[in-house]
């Protein structure tokens, strides 16, 4: 890397033009090591979980709160500016405002979305078993 006054006024001019077309510099770099460290271990498999229903979905939203409570404080603070709505498949849709909230959890940093999906999983899992258990 070159020192001089020109090469970094070049970089920086570089970069300007890059972020004006909407290339996040950064992003492009998280994106290329996420590639490596994919490549390099190997598939990942995910735990399936069974399918959400309307019904899991109310239950999940009448205790959205004392979830939250038991988020990390950073997560919590974003976790509270969602506007929680349901997917056309049963899915809840978590929307934001908030550009930094999105960004941190859509990259699960911290895990958070890996502690929020485990506490859903221990409130509203185990209700829906019950339940099944109930009617069969």
């Known amino acids: 890397m070159e020192k ?6 070049d970089r920086i001019n ?24 994919a490549a390099t271990s190997g598939p990942v498999v995910k ?3 069974p399918k959400a229903i309307p019904q899991d979905i109310s239950e999940l939203m009448k205790h ?4 939250l409570l038991e988020m990390g404080a950073t997560s919590k603070v974003y976790l509270n500016k969602a506007v929680t709505s349901l997917g056309n498949s049963s899915d809840l849709i978590l929307m934001f405002d908030d550009e930094n ?8 940093r911290a895990g958070c979305m890996d502690t ?6 221990k409130r509203i899992i185990p209700q829906s078993a019950q ?4 009617w069969t």
Request: hydrophobic share 35%.
């Open 64 to 67: 959205w709160k004392s979830i």
């Open 47 to 49: 735990k399936e979980l």
């Open 116 to 121: 929020l999906a485990s506490l859903i999983e």
């Open 4 to 9: 001089s006054y020109d090469s970094v006024l």
């Open 14 to 37: 570089s970069i300007e033009k890059k972020l004006e077309k909407g290339i996040p510099v950064a992003a492009q770099a998280a994106q290329t090591q996420d590639r490596q460290q």
């Open 101 to 108: 909230a999105y960004e941190y959890l859509s990259e699960n």
């Open 131 to 134: 339940r099944k258990r109930l």
